[in-house]
């Protein structure tokens, strides 16, 4: 008996060792570009979960300038702006893509309603899209069909029409469970909306405020929304506003993105939390860094662990893979991709590759 149980032991064992040695599959990621000086759409790349390398550049879609793209919840639908002003009567354009088996298959394409889209955002049930109008100066919400293409869109929200001295430059908008935020980089605000059967309206905080000329671009919020960090384009800064008990935000503190001897111009551009909210990066074109703060988890305050060389020039958007084990930059201007280890205990980046593409700007996992 003894005998069976050794020899069942070693069975169980090498089993076990066989499953973890097992290798992982690569996952595909979608690359969004500017298509002016030589890129032609959204490509694919195979990405080695284990090594962070990149192999099978495939052409996934032939599109004008698809610089934002978003992987619906559920990983089914790939959606991508048009950030062109000439899609139909001076506007950009949206494409919803059916993902079926990594090959995207066109599902439609509607107007964005106005100049240059450069963001979208999904909804967490899957049955809103909102797109922001950087030149328009607007917010389109869309309505998901449940095969995943895009309703004409629903509502159209004008952030002109609420300063007459500054021009609306919408950048991005995010729907949670409070309505709808919206950062506008021209007003300097986020602007913040609830939803009623009539669509979205003035929310009872109808502004996040930010100084004079921040330049809001992107968010992030932690801890289930008990934080929001703001990246500010224009001023080079991250302010942090924390939740009140009646659900508006106060802003709590500002820290700045670049480091205090750099000389020249630089100007912020994509935000992250890492998966365990433990550490917040964001990236500086001009500086050409992903800076890294620690998160303190009860004040929600930040202390930058390092400023990381992005081993290229202009970096828009990133994104940390889906095990949290690497962070990927998207180098516009130098025409490539770079990725980095990421330390999960110190948040630290350690550069390991680097992937010629011409004008890289958002990169999206389908998880």
């Known amino acids: 008996m003894k005998k069976n149980h050794l020899i069942g032991m070693a069975i169980v064992l090498l089993t076990i060792g066989c499953t973890e040695n097992k290798p992982m599959e690569p996952i595909a990621l979608y690359v969004g570009t500017y298509t002016d000086s030589g890129s032609e759409g959204i490509y694919r790349y195979a990405f080695d979960p284990q090594t962070g390398s990149l192999a099978e550049k495939t052409l996934a879609a032939n599109l004008p300038n698809p610089s934002f793209l978003k992987i619906s919840n559920d990983h089914n639908f790939l959606y991508a702006v048009q950030e062109t002003d000439k ?56 309505q998901l069909k449940d095969d995943g293409s895009l ?31 919206a950062a506008d980089l021209g007003l300097d605000a986020v602007k913040r909306y ?29 801890q289930e929304g008990k934080f929001l ?28 993105t670049v480091a205090a001897d750099f000389k020249g111009e630089s100007f912020c551009a994509d935000i992250h ?22 998160v303190n988890q009860k004040t929600g305050d930040l202390a930058v662990v390092e400023r990381a060389p992005v081993k290229g020039d202009w970096p828009r958007n990133f994104t940390v893979d889906p095990s949290g084990k ?15 280890a ?26």
């Open 342 to 367: 990421r330390d999960e205990e110190k948040g630290t980046l350690t550069f390991l590759h680097e992937t010629a593409l011409s004008s890289p700007v958002c990169l999206e996992f389908a998880r």
């Open 87 to 142: 899609y139909d009567s001076l506007e950009g354009g949206v494409s919803a893509f059916k993902i079926n088996n990594q090959d995207l298959q066109v599902l439609n394409t509607q107007g964005s309603g106005g100049e240059n889209p450069c963001h979208i955002g999904i909804s967490k049930d899957g049955k809103m899209l909102a797109v922001s109008n950087y030149t328009g100066g607007n917010l389109a919400v869309f």
């Open 273 to 294: 939390l890492s998966p365990d909210g433990m550490f917040l990066y964001g990236s500086n074109r001009g500086e050409n860094t992903i800076v890294v703060f620690a």
């Open 326 to 340: 690497f962070l990927l930059v998207a180098n516009q201007r130098s025409n490539n991709i770079t990725v980095f």
């Open 194 to 222: 609830r939803q009623t059967e009539a669509g979205f309206v003035e929310a009872s905080q109808p502004s996040l405020d930010l100084s004079e000329g921040a330049g809001p671009r992107h968010f992030a919020f932690g």
């Open 151 to 181: 309703s004409q869109y629903k509502q159209l929200i004008d952030h002109k029409i609420l300063d007459s001295t500054k021009t609306s430059h919408v950048h991005s908008a995010e729907f949670t469970s409070d309505g709808l935020f």
């Open 229 to 256: 960090y703001v990246i500010n384009e224009l001023n080079s800064t991250i302010t942090v506003f924390k939740r009140n008990s009646d659900a508006t935000y106060a802003p709590i503190i500002t820290h700045s």
